[in-house]
């Protein structure tokens, strides 16, 4: 809020709310999705990306001994977790070259795939000596 220098009068009617209410809700540990949504969608900021690449990295691999039936439909859009962002691919690759953390280690920690990673180090470092 600060960096996009909104003014509080304008964050409370767009969240119809009063300015303790405002200061309450910025002091709780837990937001409703529905004013998270708000506050997005204000700051032109996708505060859902946060947990959705958090899943993405560190949700458990799937239970190999629970399967579900494939021929079941679910009305639920299928998400798959191998969706990585430019964000995330370039702090991936940036613990590589500052030497935080080995192939290996993002490999086993963050269970992205070998060929993956290699892919996006020669794709991404084309484009890095392109722009240099």
Known sequence: MEECKMEVFRICNFLKCTEAELN??????????EI????????EY???RLYSQYLILYAPPA??????NENTKSRLPRYRKNIYTRELVDFILEQIE???KTKVQIIEEY???KSTLYKWQNKYQQTKNITK
Do not use: V
């Not at 309450?24 to 999705?33: D, F, I, R």
């Not at 239970?63 to 579900?68: F, G, M, Q, V, W």
């Open 63 to 68: 239970n190999a001994d629970y399967t579900r």
């Open 111 to 113: 269970r992205i795939p």
């Open 24 to 33: 309450s809700m910025l002091l709780q540990k837990n937001l409703n999705t």
């Open 98 to 100: 500052n030497g935080s």
């Open 36 to 43: 998270i949504l708000q506050f997005s969608i204000l700051l």
């Open 46 to 48: 996708d505060f859902f």
